[in-house]
């Protein structure tokens, strides 16, 4: 603990400590230490507003770990994980490391998800075979052409790309069907992009208002959010097959019995709240 009280290592410098960050509080959901006061009194104002919003980010967490096992299984190795955050619980490079020949990269803009993320990397000894670039993930061609991205993942060979939680924070101005196509469009047949997304489509009226004035108190954060339906959701996967079940609820995707993970959380209340996809890049 610093002399402010803090429970996270000292802030890289420029980082904003005045305002909430979205990695940040989201660790604090999960449980970690990587945040800030800023970010813990935005959490519990959050989940004062709408109870479940710890719950839903460790469903979430949960299926980020069921879908890496799924392309594993499919025989992918290689994974970039846009939008990945603070270093928490069930980290990708944590799930496939025992994988044959695992390759991941994350992805941040936040100048303390990177540096957290290069600091357990480097104390688990993964370097070799994992790595964090800072960037946006909106602009695909920096993601791409960056010496960490060209030194692990093999683009010739299946990718696993994970919009996990994330793109619910890109706004309609930042036209997400373009970003997601601009990835497609680089991955090599058998390819696999998985997201997940915010919703309110067959959510109890109280849940839905609770989490609609929750995504309207986001706008004051570093990280604005917008909430879509199925139908806008679905759209984003064309160009891709559906991986099996298809577009469902979060905990309908694949669910596992027991979870290793958070095994105590109940799936049925936190259901309606969340989409859940992978797509598969056909052949050409």
Known sequence: MNADGERAPAAPDNVDLDRPSTARIYDWYLGGTNNYAVD??????AGKQFPLIRPLAMSNRQWLGRVVRA???EGITQFLDLGSGVPTAGNVHEIARDGADARVVYVDYEPVAVAHSELILDQQNATD????VRADFRQPDIVFEHETTRRLLDFAKP???LMVSV???VGGADNVPRVIDRYRRRLAPGSWLAASHITTDDAPA????????????YRTTQNPAWLRDKAEFASWFEGFTLVEPGIVHLTDWRPDEPEALFPDLEPAAVRPFYW?????VPQR
């Open 40 to 45: 813990r009194h935005f959490g519990e104002q």
């Open 71 to 73: 392309a594993l299984a």
């Open 129 to 132: 075979w994992a790595g964090v």
């Open 159 to 161: 990718v696993c790309v």
């Open 167 to 169: 793109l619910h924070f």
């Open 206 to 217: 109280e849940g839905a208002a609770q989490i609609s004035a929750l995504a309207e108190s």
């Open 276 to 280: 859940a996809a992978a797509g598969r």
